[in-house]
């Protein structure tokens, strides 16, 4: 009883710690374009339409995704009201269940001080910390595989449980693929099939479990697959399945970036955790585990990041489910490094201080820079970018002062590990991220965010509740949807950008254009100049022009 006590004040520490960074300030900056706003605009139009089976943009089919996120999104739109706090607390929710069960995973395979390393790994490093900020569905996507993975490992050791590990695997990797797609299945069949070549095709379930497996995947994929066929025909899934095949062969939306892109994304954008987790990349460690949990993490890992190598369409978060095996290996080194009594060579606290150092530049430069744009305009090449650096934002002066801040505790963490006090040196680089991202993520995105779309989306609101049409001119955007509040009918599905700027319209019509693209806008009979502010021109359209 006592040792179960123990646990649940560690389960309690790691969820409020987790609550703490993850939950407040979610709705501190407006959504972001595209894909924030994207889906919590699949969400609201489930509310607006009632029609919870079928996703939909601009109520027409949005074939790209399944609807198991859009589901939780428009349940906390149901509870927060549709807002930008309620489009991101699903996350904020999977990242505090996410390092409870790094946490007690970690425990049950090593010990309590390993479980609070991988949980400390994946909320001080900077991607994987602001992943569960967001408003996007791979945290959940990527929640789902993970575990989908480790029933597998479970399946594959314990040969007396092996049909309910079996079962919990299909469970887990059929909510996976009904929150993002079959890639999910993908993935995990080449981790195994990695796993079955590595020991050298020896039989590791039965036919029978494997069947299992099939099974309960195919009830849980099933749920929405088989439904939505019924309801709305063929056409919809064979929209679906072409569209992941084209994100798997061609660059789609511009997103074609070269090979290594991912190698350096990872690298780059999940320090610390990336750069203390290479010598686990590099080195042999011993494992004491007997489920071999650092071989599947290792296969997870390079999966991943080869998989979305090859993969034509490239985007940043591709290739997050390569944070939960990092973050394990990260945590896999320092233990290592603790029971041997070692401290870090002295490359590995180079490129410590160098990525450290270079981040804390970053965040000092960004509002610092924008303090002093008149510096800045004269090396800008892009117009739009000079418009957009003209819209009057109040900055306080203190802001720059939080980079400074972080690089002198990355200064002291690097200080920490060359006395050989690791585990005080990576805590404190751990949790200075942390609290920096926390403190940044309020003090200064909201402000930079007002360069970038704030007018623009400032416009769109301003028009809520009012009978017109809202739309944008020359660039592609998901925004006027969700801060227009755009109903259904509005306007009609035939109506296009073209019949809102040209044909007899029966109610007003807005645009939002760059201001790269005035002069097209003007050349428009009809169109009425209302006012520019920043990056962004608007105009009104009105009937019998």
């Not at 929640?143 to 029933?151: D, E, N």
């Not at 489910?321 to 290592?336: C, D, E, K």
């Not at 403190?439 to 779309?453: D, H, N």
């Amino acid at each position: 009883m006592p040792q179960t006590r123990s646990v649940w004040i560690y389960v309690l520490i790691v969820a409020s710690i987790a609550a703490f960074f993850f939950i407040p300030f979610l709705g501190a900056v407006h959504l972001f374009d595209w894909d924030e706003i994207n889906f919590a605009e699949s969400a609201r139009e489930m509310l607006v339409t009632g029609n919870y089976s079928r996703v939909q943009i601009d109520f027409q089919p949005f074939w790209e995704k399944p609807p198991l996120f859009f589901w939780l999104q428009a349940a906390s739109m149901h509870l927060f009201g549709v807002n930008e706090f309620a489009a991101r607390f699903p996350n904020a929710v999977v990242g505090i269940i996410t390092l409870v069960t790094f946490f007690l995973i970690g425990r049950k395979l090593y010990n309590e001080k390993f479980g609070m390393l991988w949980s400390l790994s994946m909320l001080g490093s900077f991607l994987p910390h602001l992943y569960f900020k967001s408003g996007i569905i791979d945290p959940w996507f990527n929640y789902f595989i993970f575990l989908g993975i480790y029933c597998g490992v479970h399946w594959v050791n314990r040969k007396e449980h092996g049909g309910k590990f079996a079962a919990l695997s299909g469970l887990f990797i059929g909510l996976a693929t009904i929150t993002k797609g079959p890639v999910a299945l993908l993935i995990s069949m080449l981790v195994a099939a990695v796993f079955w070549i590595s020991v050298r095709f020896r039989k590791v379930v039965s036919f029978k479990h494997l069947l299992l497996f099939i099974l309960v995947f195919t009830l849980t994929a099933g749920v929405w697959f088989f439904a939505d066929v019924m309801d709305n025909g063929i056409g919809f899934f064979n929209q679906f399945i072409q569209y992941q095949i084209d994100l798997f062969l061609h660059p789609v939306a511009g997103h074609g970036e070269p090979f290594y892109y991912h190698f350096v994304v990872v690298l780059v954008g999940c320090f610390p955790m990336s750069i203390i987790a290479l010598p686990a990349l590099t080195r042999n460690y011993s494992e004491p585990s007997p489920m071999k949990f650092k071989k599947w993490m290792l296969i997870l890992f390079w999966v991943v990041m080869l998989l979305f190598s090859i993969v034509k369409t490239k985007i940043v978060h591709y290739s997050s489910l390569a944070y939960f095996p990092l973050s394990f290996l990260a945590a896999h080194t320092v233990a290592n490094y603790l029971n041997e009594k070692k401290k870090f060579s002295g490359w590995l606290i180079f490129l410590f201080l160098l990525f450290g150092i270079t981040f804390s530049l970053l965040l000092f430069g960004a509002p610092w820079l924008a303090q002093h744009k008149e510096a800045l305009i004269p090396y800008l090449k892009d117009s739009f970018a000079v418009d957009c650096l003209k819209t009057e934002v109040h900055w306080s002066g203190f802001e720059s002062s939080i980079g400074i801040v972080y690089g002198v505790c990355i200064c002291a963490g690097a200080y920490f590990l060359i006395r050989k006090k690791l585990l005080t040196g990576i805590s404190l680089a751990y949790l200075s991220t942390a609290l920096c991202l926390f403190i940044y993520l309020k003090a200064v995105v909201p402000k930079i965010e007002e360069y970038s779309q704030g007018p623009a989306i400032e416009f769109y609101q301003s028009l809520q509740g009012k009978k017109v049409y809202v739309t944008t001119f020359g660039f592609k955007s998901y925004a006027q949807y969700f801060y227009f509040r755009k109903q259904p009918g509005d306007p009609p599905q035939s109506h296009s950008d073209d019949w809102l700027q040209k044909g007899n319209i029966d109610r007003p019509a807005y645009f939002a254009a760059k201001s790269t693209s005035m002069h097209d806008v003007e050349n428009i009979s009809g169109m009425k100049f209302l006012y520019q502010k920043g990056g962004y021109a608007f105009y009104e359209r009105e009937p019998g022009h």
